[in-house]
């Protein structure tokens, strides 16, 4: 290292006080456990009945089987008045008329109408008067009792007549209907059937008419289940029945007002004159559904519902493609879209694992809970075309858990059949690269055979020229490039399991900087290198006689080593590091431990 290169690392200007200009940055310490996870890699579709088993829980591919039970309901002729249908506990009853009736009334006149006087139906006002005056509700008085009533039931109606029997700005009467009646009367009905019309207020303010009560009357409702015989044939009473059980057609006409649709069952025409039935829910539950009758000219063909069938609980369907399954298997793992229709309806969320799409035709699997327990969540799979990268997830971590590592450094050029050993297993350096597990090809200069032998470690790009094809990732460490001529290699797991990796060599031009990766721990804190916070002076200080002292403004979040910046996360929070150098302004950053 150059004492420039030094300096620079330090935080400090080069020897020709070149400033460092670096914008403020705010890094972030990973305190918390880490979640063990898992990659599935598909290489080809799975096969049917193959499976994937997480933790336990199996999921196995195939096609879905599951179907809604069903029944027909067949009419051999018309339902008698009385006769029944039962569905799943609602019975729904024939009638030949449904009871379901509109409120009346009846005003009666003695004689003619006075200017001013009012009738009022309902909210709504009428006013009789001698010279038609154009405000909504206003009638003209005709010569007799008998023309006034029809210019009453015209303007009621929006009849005939307006702008001289009825105000032009009349607007018909929402809630009510009139009829010139026997003799010198007018007769209102309710324009919807049922109770609800005896509600409609009838009153008047003449000295020559009233009504035969304060309110419409005698308004009746069906029962809930009441249903129209059709009054044309059979398949229009099936008609009815539907159109009650989805709250179709007309109620009040086909069926009673107080129906309620069925819950349980939908229903559509058939064949002829039939009904066909189907569960609302998918699976064999629909097979205990009642489909019961009282009929004279009727009958189904089972005394219940049938044929509804279900998959198993993680039952998957075989998709189009590998990518399809996998997002098939992702969804009945998260219990996702297409329950029934990409997985088994009656598939239940796992447990203790979560599924997500990984690159390619992969499935990432994490545990639910961070920690070292997540470790031993067991992967396996009967696939022929698929498998995980490990027996079980890997990585889970609990909190403040440090990973064990080393560094290799090379002083020159491995030699020919030199060896590096990580572990239990050895690499090999050859000049003429030969194709057995482990063999690393030496590179143009010491730079290049580390880089040789990091993408053997990890599989990275170079196989077959810069280490053997049947090379096999190493299990236990991953690698990365140093500071110059180095290696750093780190345990895949954490905590103080890592520290037993052996790390040796036979190098003439090489060493490692102990005999096993170190500094694994099972507790205490994670720690990170702070370049951004060691980068914040933009001002040359190599006048001023040094770099800068290190702080931390809150060492129960975190704690700095003053002269290299080592940052230590203690507790979970956020708080200064703070960069002090004499003559210069103090310059901080924010770092958050989480």
Not at 57 to 69: I, Q, R, S
Not at 294 to 311: C, I, K, Y
Not at 351 to 365: N, Q, S, W
């Amino acid at each position: 290292m150059t004492p420039d290169t030094r300096r620079r690392r330090q935080g400090r200007p080069d020897n020709q006080g070149t400033p460092l200009a670096v914008s403020p940055l705010t890094p972030t310490i990973n305190a918390l456990a880490n979640k063990a996870s898992g990659i599935l890699t598909l290489t080809g579709q799975p096969l049917d009945a193959e499976t994937v088993v997480i933790n336990g829980k199996t999921y196995t591919f195939g096609t879905l089987v599951d179907v809604a039970a069903a029944g027909i309901l067949t009419l051999t002729g018309q339902p008698l008045d009385g006769e029944t249908v039962t569905i799943d506990s609602k019975v729904y009853t024939f009638r030949s008329a449904l009871a379901d009736v509109a409120a009346t009334g009846i005003l009666t006149f003695a004689g003619n109408a006075v200017n001013g006087e009012t009738v009022t139906i309902n909210s709504k006002v009428y006013m009789w008067q001698d010279d038609l005056t154009d405000v909504d509700g206003n009638v003209h008085i005709g010569v007799d009792a008998a023309a006034s009533i029809v210019n009453l039931v015209a303007a009621i109606m929006l009849g005939a007549g307006a702008g001289t029997n009825y105000a032009t700005s009349m607007t018909e009467h929402p809630t009510a209907t009139a009829v010139d009646g026997a003799g010198d009367t007018i007769d209102f009905t309710a324009k919807t059937k049922g109770t609800g019309g005896n509600s409609i207020a009838t009153t008047e303010a003449m000295t020559q008419g009233s009504f035969g009560a304060g309110t419409l009357e005698n308004g009746t409702d069906a029962a809930n289940g009441d249903v129209a015989i059709s009054s044309v044939d059979a398949s229009g009473s099936i008609d009815n029945l539907i159109a009650a059980m989805d709250l179709s057609g007309t109620a009040g006409d086909d069926y009673a007002i107080a129906m309620t649709a069925h819950t349980t069952v939908d229903s559509a025409a058939g064949a002829g004159d039939t009904l066909d039935a189907t569960a609302k829910t998918i699976g064999v539950g629909g097979n205990s559904i009642d489909s019961l009758e009282g009929l004279t000219n009727g009958s189904w063909g089972a005394a219940t519902l049938e044929g509804g069938g279900g998959a198993a609980d993680g039952n998957v369907l075989i998709g189009g493609t590998a990518s399809d399954s996998i997002d098939n298997l992702i969804a009945a793992v998260m219990l996702g879209a297409g329950g029934g229709t990409k997985y088994a309806a009656a598939t239940t969320l796992h447990a203790t694992v979560a599924a997500a799409v990984g690159v390619g035709d992969t499935m990432g699997a994490e545990a639910k809970t961070a920690g070292e327990a997540g470790n031993a969540l067991t992967t396996t799979e009967g696939l022929t075309n698929g498998s995980w990268g490990a027996a079980t997830l890997e990585g889970g971590s609990e909190i403040g858990s440090i990973y064990a590592t080393g560094i290799l450094t090379l002083t020159g050029q491995p030699l020919n059949n030199e060896t590096v050993t990580i572990g239990t297993k050895a690499y090999t350096f050859q000049d003429s690269l030969t194709d057995v597990d482990g063999n690393v090809k030496i590179g143009a200069d010491a730079s290049e055979s580390l880089d040789n032998l990091i993408a053997a470690i990890d599989l990275g790009a170079g196989s077959g020229s810069k280490y053997a094809a049947s090379m096999t990732a190493h299990p236990d460490v991953d690698a990365a490039a140093g500071a110059g001529d180095t290696m750093d290699v780190t345990a895949e797991i954490p905590g103080d399991e890592g520290n037993s990796i052996n790390s040796t060599q036979t190098l003439t031009n090489g060493t490692w900087g102990a005999a096993t990766l170190e500094g694994g721990a099972d507790t205490g804190p994670i720690t990170q290198q702070m370049t951004a916070a060691r980068t914040l002076f933009t001002k040359d200080v190599s006048a001023y006689g040094g770099g800068p002292d290190w702080s931390s403004d809150d060492e129960n979040v975190h704690t700095v080593d003053q002269r290299g910046g080592l940052v230590t996360g203690v507790g979970v929070g956020a708080a200064d590091v703070v960069a002090t150098s004499p003559g210069v302004t103090p310059v901080a950053t924010e770092v958050t431990v989480e």
